[in-house]
């Protein structure tokens, strides 16, 4: 089943074009990895899909545009998780994680949904939090912050995760934790996720598809098999991505 | 760890309720005359229900038509101006945003002093004059300072409006200085006001003030949750749902026509929205849910006591309230930020 759609995305400062007419296409269950070497407009394609910067062409969401989508309906679908948090005052994980279901009560006189709880709850067993609930977020580790924050994005409970190199400062143990927890969550029905990955081996170890951007256009769209051949990867990164992999993983063989 | 619930209990609002009540008692029964307290609540009540103060109260009229007025106008406007201060430091997430931070506070007292040196009034109505004045200089603060920002800067990023709010307020205070150099005879008025004075204020300027809080005051603390996720950040709000260019305006456009109204009665009474939240805060969390009401009560009750140490401190002779707020406010908001700056490392 096609989930979301984007045709012909374009973002523009001025004269400067930072993304040209990207499309891309995502199917359920499918992780679509957004790869290509710095300045390549990865973040600006996640950023105008959340509506965080204005673009021309057109995104949707099961045939509807999510341009017209209420900011609440828009975050019931989709649900964003960014590189890094900065939480200035100390608010406790669980108060954070709360707001995650925000948009199924928005409106002052909205009700509470029956579930908010069960869900929030829900979410913090599965990043390992419940411990730490009534903990401030101040006092967190940047591996347990970012945890938090996936809990609240798991509590809004989307149909589409959209990650922004979400385990950038993170160490080996949680971003395996975090890969793996999102890989799970992906098998769901009517779900998929798009997220921004600098590290290559990442990417091909949990991607279905990818793109791959370089200055603002797309090199390859497809599957990882497809998107991943030499040719592809050495023009847009200009190198030998391959030597370069193997001479890394050949220091761990013997 | 202890665990904070999101909303007040009715113990606590009692707490607080007590304890303002408490200060008002205080502040009206002292003064150039003190009042035994038993005769302050007598005078206080049959005023309130409009009963005649009994004979063996003397010189009633000292605390029912002088300090009564104005005891109520401070605790209103120190309500008002914390309440502002914590919705705008959780919108900004910024805890050293406040109203006079963003040049609201500046832009109304710009307006109120054109209206005293230009001698702007409104037939029939007292006191209009200032208050419209302030208010449509607040609001036109605002939308300068927006407008500004948002050409900047498409997202209205919080950093934008405080550095364009600090700009705009240096202009403003030129602006002034220029018109008292040019309205001598009205200097020691105007110069009287800037700092903030709450003497002599009315009845009616309390119903003014308590009908501004009532309606600002509904709106600030219907956008408890909002101001939570914006005070976690904004592109996170964004992200949960809420509709974050829809709700900045709303706030800060309720802000200013709050801190307009208080600005045009009692002047500008500086560092109240920016100490207040910081030391309610740490009593009740960041949780506006719980921070907001707390705000109103604590307000009330930091500017009440500043308002006695003005009348007391140098008696006969009374300071301007603002003054006294800002050597306070100044000293403790040196501590809070040396405190929380050194709980970080």
Redesign the interface.
Known sequence: MRLMEGREITVSFGELTILDRVSFSLDENQWLMVIGPNGAGKSTLVNAI???V?YTGAISYLGRDVNQC???????RI??L?QS????????VG??VR??R??YS?G?FSKKQGDDEERVQKALTLTGLTALE??SV?TLSGGELQRT?LA??LA?DPKILILDEPTNHLDLVYQKQIFDLIAEWLKGEGRAAISVVHDLSLAKAYGTHALLLDRGKTVASGTIAEVFSPEHLDRAYSMDVYAWMRSKLGQWEN | ????R?NFRAFEYLIFALATLLTFVLCVSLGSVNKPFTETIVIIWNTILGLPIPDYISSPSIIASVRLPRVICVALVGASLSLCGAAMQGLL???LADGSTLGVSSGASLGAVIAIAFGITIPGIPFAGTVVMAMLFAFLSLVIILSLAYKLD??LSTNTIILIGVIYSMFVSSVMSLIITFSADKVAHITFWTMGSLAGSSYKNALLLLAALVVCGSVIF?SA?EL??F???E??A???????KRVKLIVLITVSALIGVCVSIGGTIGFVGLVVPHMV?MIT???HKRLLPACLFGGAIFLMLCDLAARMLLSPLELPIGVVTSLIGALLFVYIFYKTRSA?R
């Open positions: 959340s509506k965080g204005p209420k900011p609440y309906e828009l975050a019931r649900g964003v960014s948090h900065f939480v200035g005052y100390s608010f406790t108060e954070v707001l995650g925000y948009a928005p002052i009534h903990q101040m924050f609240q994005v809004q | 760890m202890k665990q904070r999101e997430k910024n805890p498409y997202s219907c949750r939570n996720a005070a976690i950040g592109e996170n964004r992200h949960i749902g809420v509709n974050v805060r969390g960041p949780n970080k």
